[in-house]
């Protein structure tokens, strides 16, 4: 009897994971993309942690120069590719089609096929800590030093090819999501009254799309020169490195802002909600989006200022550089304008949107004094660089990232988080964020260079080097606040209902979580702030409710495709032929299979709550 | 009544897939774009390095690559034909316009597999040096594109006997994507034959 | 040469040997001038928004009990406008005098009297004054006053040329040839280090620059052409004859003698430099013997190895590399 039960408990764990094995609904792959980054985040911050600790003073010996520099190009690839990237792709699975009022995103098996490509790639990257060693030659991973002459080991190959499985994952997504917000908003949901949030998803897969191709093949450059012998990086056979360079920038600056928008959109709708207030210069706001993107593929060349492109070349990425400031400049004064004479509620998501406007101003001051080609001369690959991407990616995109965890937990998972453990986890992240960083702009201007892994005392920099780790301890505290509050509210948080925070956008007017066919009578739209303005409008929804609703149905292939190439890559690596052939062989099975197999899909009938 | 208009309706979804599925494959083909771009600026800065081996200039043969480019295009055209026969529902001529295509897709990687073998019979090897490296990657890659397609074909051609909406939409996908490829090849031939023999 | 570069030593050590705060010659100046320049416009801004955006908070902040909805207010066009203007015009004050920087910074196409080809190595600096027909490594002597021509290349990975109290970085890319030019206005030592990740020695490949005055420049290069070549002592000898027998000679070069090697770093004249191992030691008879003793355990990823010497070789050594003079 109890085996039975055992049995039949087993069972019913394997339907679970199966179920999410083949889950095409974007709000659990959304979910998919933010447990994974979330745990790939605390990964990368291990990193960074050990990184400040071996910093913490002069000749220490912690950590020796050889895992050194796989710390930091792991922490670097891991927070940039593998955490912050899929967790703002996790958010726009989980809110974006509720806020166009869509029932999916275009694509779903593509979809999940992006997420399984992610895990692939980090899986794969990761594994190389235990097969051989990490990479260890940076997160931009120049060459010739990533090339087999200076590198035989397998970790470049690991970042190489796990970058790239990853990399085609994200290209997928930002083709699933350009389609999705251009051809299934719901009726009335025109481009001008999108939520900023979906403009910049929007803005994004564009950056995405066309970001992404330099990258996909500067790594084929590079693997095809360490497999094949290709002589693209090989000096005595004619090679350029300064290729890698700059195909890097020229897909590295963009990502920037693939990291960054998205943050802008967060930011919109947190200041914009608790300011109960529609945001200020709307449109302006959407052009501002539009130029900066159209910019972050024209500045690439300020990443390589001392390379030796020559005077000419760097005037002209200096200005396209500064430009950026101006369209970011109007954002920062929108938002600020947006408070104005609101009535600001001062929620844990609202503190670290405010949070975000100082920070951002910091690193996009900085930002602007990098852009400077001779002042840049000094403060490139130093510690005010480091500094300034901190401040930018932290200060910038991670506040928002928090601000979003806040303010969309309740929708993705039906409860509310606590606001007293938020408050902990904010100041101790704010403070600690700044202890650690804002030392580091005198450490570089003082002469440190990055990526050292010690330096001597009589650099005189003893002292702010052991603030700076100070700083990151107090940071980490509040971070494994954050994961105590999610923790408590996933066992005993209040339940959120649909509407907590009294929203203004269409996720909100649908049940939390919101049931699998998203809405059971798609919403029909009035105007910007769609959810806030049917709330205060006296008219009833008077048509009817949809009682058969086409939902595509689960399955396995595109989880199958992404083992295939994970198959491939280990053959590539450990140089097996035959496992690069069935890896390959799978995947194109996948692919043959999801081109022809009919979708019958399911047809769900909404439960009563859900049409609430 | 009301029930078979909701069914209906709820079949729109599936409907406005197709529309999807095109508009999807326009914005990946710009995405190969941009890829092809990075491939053919790669060689353009990289083919001058020959380092004692033939460069393009000496190395490329324009009448068999014309003829190979003359083939190419011939199979957009057969391409067009089997989509207009999708059009007028005749399935024996899609068969026939599809195996066409196919075999004159395999013709071209014939030519390609030829141009391959004699140029690293002149010593234009992969390895040896970056310009032999840059010219393999960039028509290898292009190459792929087509034997890729060879393959969407043929499995196409297994799935015929099916011939529905469903399957238009597969074809018209398919077209797309070969047409593509062929323009891209006319870019190459254009940019990296033509110039390189003229300069 | 020996006195100045210790007279160098001596002065008052700075805080921040290494800091571009403290620009010692025209280049490191025209960048610090445009550092501080956008640090005070930058810093105005921050302060100037911060301070708006605080205001804001705490006159907007929600008091208790009142949820009314705010005010719609979602556009002003003067306001906007103004806030594209502003930093419209600050950002022209910051691009003038760095796009003339750009171009005055850029080392003429004829060479000066003193032009110095640098070679990147992982993880040291050959440096070739070619006009002088004169190779040292990783201590840079120039005569001071005077615009210096380098031109960069690398061996082997990207490297990066950083003394910051002289000049921001160029990068070292193999392959290709770069070039830049620094001038130390006072005698003394200036510090720098690789720039860019080049490898597990990165952290240690210290250059120095050591400015001296022209009569003291031309002893040194007319020491570094005639160099003593037999050694006084008999210990010095015995040293002299391990170089060649040991292995050392297959690396290193010594002007004057048999020696030629290619791969390390040139010793002429090493008795005179200040540091070893990259500006990781100085160049002491014990920390020498440290260094021969095992040099991977010092500089991780040396590519000098260990080559198990006995206690009395690595006297003989240390004393053949100290006479050299």
Known sequence: MAMALGRAATAAVRLRAWSWLTTVDHKRIGILYLVTSAFLFLVGGFEAFLIRLQLIRPDNHLVSSAMYSQLFTMHGTTMIFLAVMPILVGFMNAVMPLMIGARDVAFPRLNALSYWMYLAGALLLNSSWFLGGAPNAGWFNYAPISTGAYNPGPGIDFYDLGVQIAGIGTLMTGINFLVTILAMRTEGMSLMRMPLFVWTTLITSLLIIFAFPPLTANLFFLMFDRLAGTAFFNVPHGGDVVLWEQLFWTFGHPEVYILVLPAFGIISEVVATFSRKPLFGYASMVWAVEVIAFLSFIVWSHHMFPVGLGPTVNTMFVLTSMAIAVPTGIKIFNWIATMWGGRIQLTTAMLFAMSFIPTFVVGGTSGVMTALAPADMQFHDSYFVVAHLHYVLIGGTLMAVFAAAYYWFPKITGRLMSERLGRWNFWLVTVGFNVAFLPQHFIGLWGMPRRVYTYGPGLGLSFWNALSTVGVFILTLGILVMVMNVVHALRRGEAAGPDPWDGRTLEWSTASPAPPYNFARLPRVRGRDAFWEQKRSTERELWPVDRHIHLPSPTPVPALMALGLLVAAYGAIFRSIPVVAAGLGLTVYGIHRSMFDVDPGVIVTPTEEGAA | ?199 | MGPSVIAGMAGAPLRYPQSALAPAGPVARSEFQLIQLSLVIMLGVFVAVTAAFAYTAVRYRSRPGNLAPASAVDENRRLEIGWTLVPLILLVVMAVPTVKDSYALTPPDTPRVVDVRVIGHQFWWELQYTRLGVTTANELVIPYGRKIDLSLTSADVIHSFWVPRLAGKTDLNPGQLNTAWIQADRPGVYEGQCAEYCGLGHANMHIRVVAVTDREFARWVDGMRHPRVTPASALAKRGMALFGQVGCSSCHTVAGTRFHGQLGPELTGMGNRATIAAGTLTNTPAHLRRWLANPPAILPGSTMPDLHLTGSQISALTAYVESLR
């Open chain 2, 1 to 199: 009544m009301s029930d078979a208009r909701e069914a209906a309706g709820a079949l729109a979804f599936a409907d406005g897939a197709h529309e999807r599925a095109r508009f999807g494959m326009w914005i990946f083909l710009s995405a190969e774009c941009a890829f092809f771009a990075c491939l053919i600026g790669a060689y353009l800065a990289l083919h001058g390095r020959t380092l004692g081996v033939p460069g393009p200039g000496a190395l490329f043969d324009i009448p068999v690559t014309l003829a190979a480019t003359l083939v190419l295009l011939v199979s957009s055209l057969t391409m067009v034909l089997a989509v207009d026969a999708i059009e007028r529902e005749a399935v024996d001529a899609l068969k026939g316009w599809l195996a066409t295509t196919a075999a004159l897709g395999v013709t071209f990687l014939g030519f390609e597999a030829y141009d391959f073998a004699d140029y690293w019979a002149r010593g234009v090897t992969l390895q040896g040096t970056v310009f032999g490296s840059s010219v393999y990657t960039l028509l290898g890659f292009h190459g792929l594109h087509v034997a890729f397609g060879i393959f969407w074909i043929l499995s196409l051609l297994r799935a015929c006997a099916a011939l529905t909406a469903e399957g238009a939409v597969k074809t018209y996908l398919a077209s797309l994507y070969w047409h593509f490829v062929d323009v891209v090849w006319i870019v190459i031939f254009s940019v990296v034959y033509l110039v390189g023999k003229a300069t």
